[in-house]
């Protein structure tokens, strides 16, 4: 059960990064341990973590859950970067957002040693993101 603190630490921005969207942020959450932590336990609770392998975070505010997650559940966690950022062979993919374009580059080797996948970025929107991980 998430709580009203917690729901109502979410900070909610109009018109950001374009007119029409509303940006929710989530940072205020990190400046109280409590919060944070009861943040980690809810999202660690759901029992689809069984099912998956690996976590995958997204570049860059989904590191900060994902890592949290991945360690509580003791899973391994993969990164999903901007392009250039990862060395070694990677896979890139582009895919359109509410308000344009991004890209996503994994390390291939990471990718090699699992089958099944969570995915953690710090909002879902359109499902943009997500869908370029598939």
Known sequence: MISNKLKLSIKSYKDFPKKGIIFRDFLPILQEPTLFKELIDAMSENKKWDD?????AIDARGFLLGSSVAQRLNKPLIV???????????????YTLEYGSNTLSIQKECLDKYVSFGVIDDLLATGGTVNCIK
């Open 52 to 56: 998956i392998e690996a976590i995958i």
């Open 80 to 94: 999903a970067r901007k392009p250039g950022k990862l060395p070694g062979k990677t896979i890139e993919k582009t």
